[in-house]
């Protein structure tokens, strides 16, 4: 297995509603990572997890929450979102977070505020 | 702070042609340079990832080249195809840190 999977691959949501995006791996992954790409726009980076711990958080809103309960998931908590959140959520994995081997990334949730 | 900066920022050509894409790092300190293909609306798929120890990397149709010293990198894609229309980003990343460099990426189009 050579792919990271992201579910859903769309999501509608209100500002009020509380949802999760699921990422997973098993490749053996050691860091994974959360994105963030409007239209047009190179990927920004959320979240970094390293050895399953949080390294960076890219000065992310509290509305959105990044869990990992274990090496092979990552999870995206969305709670009292705003219209200007809709955007492609992607998610990625690195063999080890000194990147030598580069990046594997899934092929993205579109997520809708509305 | 690294900058990373992709030229041209759209690029139509005709059917079999060769191109290059362009890319290019202010910090030459990097750890590697990755290249990637991105689908409207998809997710980003691998295509090569260049060692900064290496001078280049080759998969099928697509060469990619490194020169640290000069902050440039360039993706050559032989006989173009329309199915090569897409997105195409560069990214760096710098060793000790846990996260890449994108550059904007150039919109490629093969016209038929």
């Known amino acids: 297995d050579t792919e990271v999977t992201q579910t859903p691959k769309h999501l509608v949501m209100g500002m009020t509603n509380k949802k999760s995006l699921k990422c997973e791996q098993h490749m053996g992954h050691r860091a994974m990572y959360w994105y963030k790409q409007k239209a047009k726009k190179p990927p920004e980076l959320m979240f970094v997890?390293?050895?399953?711990?949080?390294?960076i958080n890219e000065s992310v809103p509290s509305r959105f929450s990044p869990e990992c309960p274990n090496s092979s998931l990552l999870n995206l908590h969305l709670h009292a979102l705003q219209p200007e959140d809709s955007a492609l959520y992607l998610c990625?994995?690195?063999?080890?977070?000194?990147?030598?081997?580069?990046?594997?990334f899934g092929s993205g949730t579109r997520l809708t505020v509305v | 702070k690294q900058e990373v900066t992709q030229i041209p920022a759209a690029l139509s050509v005709p059917e079999g042609e060769n191109l290059v894409l362009n890319c290019s790092f202010t910090?030459?300190?990097?750890?590697?340079l990755q290249w990637f293909r991105q689908d409207p609306g998809k997710g980003l798929t691998s295509l090569l990832l260049i060692q900064s120890s290496q001078r280049e990397q080759t998969s099928g149709r697509l060469n990619a080249s490194l020169d640290k010293s000069s902050g440039r990198s360039t993706l050559y894609i032989a006989a173009s195809q329309p199915g090569d229309s897409a997105t195409y980003l560069c990214?760096?990343?710098?060793?000790?840190?846990?996260?890449?460099?994108f550059g904007k990426g150039t919109r490629l189009h093969i016209l038929p």
């Open positions: 990214a760096v990343s710098v060793g000790g840190d846990d996260k890449i460099i």
């Open positions: 910090d030459s300190a990097i750890y590697n």
């Open positions: 990625a994995s690195s063999q080890n977070p000194t990147l030598f081997y580069g990046y594997t």
């Open positions: 997890y390293s050895y399953e711990k949080l390294s």
